[in-house]
């Protein structure tokens, strides 16, 4: 009884003592407005608006809506449980609109309160420039190997168009730019795009920026994604442990996978409060079951702690979190 009117009143304090207020949904935003710039016919435009909960109990996205078809919007997660992370994912629609263009997102909200959440996009789509395929798209790449990408980019209007350079921040992405046209007003090139063989293992999304002789949009951005895939992969990538007592214990489960047969050498977090089930001799496999531990002490509040794990296949895992919510008496 005690344990219910404590998290009661944590709970108020953290979603607000007025429901109505609907600011409690908006401070999960990272931020409610993005500008795509000018934009090619046909790129690939996409922004996420990135949430997380903050709160103690369950979110859940009822709905978004769009004010313009040329602004498609979808959720990512509907339902995040505390410290997980979500998306509203707006793609603007560069095939079947020109021009000047915005829209507003309408995000709605059933848990635990009803609430409503404005995002707003706007952008300008060239009927210039025509990237075709509208992006650079990886896909899936095991780690270790190259891979490489063409694209193909025209310009109509002037035959003196040119592209000077191309940009992009990611060291392990490169390109190589060829002119395979100019004439009757129409200029072609072909954007070669290598991904490097030592490239890190998780998910990437970057713009190479192609830079122009056009002094009043010099810049047209071209979407570069993929997934690294890692030997090893940790779910979930994050753990939460729960809303628990000072002295109790809660176990949960690591799922561990290889893409070969492997032996988990150690398991291991930056500080206390958390023990791991894992045997020094197991037996070389393709998928590990590691029982995570949380002994919660004394002091009330959020806990975090960063858990590495430390396998046989010569290939680095990415570190994960682990959470816990102490309640004090």
């Known amino acids: 009884m005690l344990r219910r009117s404590i ?16 600011d409690w949904a908006t401070e999960m935003f990272q931020t409610t407005a993005h500008d795509f710039g000018p934009v090619a016919r ?24 769009s004010s313009c078809g040329c602004t498609d919007a979808r959720i990512k997660h509907p339902t995040l449980k505390t410290h997980e992370k979500g998306a509203i994912v707006a793609t603007f629609n560069t095939q079947a609109f020109l021009g000047r263009k915005g829209a507003t997102l309408t995000v709605t909200f059933d848990k635990p309160f009803h609430a409503q959440v404005q995002l707003h996009v706007r952008g300008y789509i060239r009927n210039d420039v025509l990237l ?5 798209e ?10 490489d990408k063409v694209i193909s980019i025209s310009h109509t209007g002037r035959n003196d168009w040119k592209i000077l350079d191309v940009k992009i921040a990611n060291p392990h992405i490169s390109a190589e730019l060829e002119e395979t046209g100019r004439d009757g007003g129409r200029v072609s090139y072909q954007l070669s795009v290598h991904l490097a063989k030592d490239a890190p293992p998780g998910y990437f999304k970057d713009h190479l920026m192609l830079l122009t002789n056009d002094r009043h949009s010099s810049e047209v951005p071209i979407l570069v994604e993929g997934q690294m895939h890692s030997a090893v992969t940790v779910s979930p990538a994050s753990l939460f442990m729960g809303v628990v007592e000072p002295g109790q214990k809660v176990t ?10 492997f032996r988990v050498l150690s398991v291991s977090c930056d500080q206390g409060c958390l023990e791991f089930g894992t045997s020094a001799d197991q ?28 396998t046989d296949l010569g290939n680095s895992v990415p570190p ?10």
Not at 132 to 136: A, C, K, L, R, W
Not at 252 to 261: A, D, E, F, T, Y
Request: overall charge positive; some cysteine; proline content about 4%.
């Open 42 to 65: 046909g790129a690939k435009a996409e922004f996420e608006f990135l949430l997380s909960n903050i709160y103690v109990e369950d979110v859940h996205i009822a709905a978004v809506r």
């Open 132 to 136: 075709e395929p509208g992006s650079v």
């Open 138 to 147: 990886f896909g899936g790449v095991e780690q270790g190997t190259a891979a």
């Open 320 to 329: 994960l979190s682990a959470c816990a919510v102490v309640l004090g008496k």
């Open 7 to 22: 998290l009661a009143i944590l709970l108020t304090l953290l979603v607000g003592l007025s429901a109505s207020a609907e």
């Open 283 to 310: 037996k070389p496999k393709s998928v590990h079951l590691i029982p995570v531990t949380f002994i919660a002490g004394k002091e009330s509040g959020k806990v975090v702690r960063t858990i590495r794990i430390v």
């Open 252 to 261: 949960k489960q690591l799922v561990v996978r290889g893409n070969k047969p």
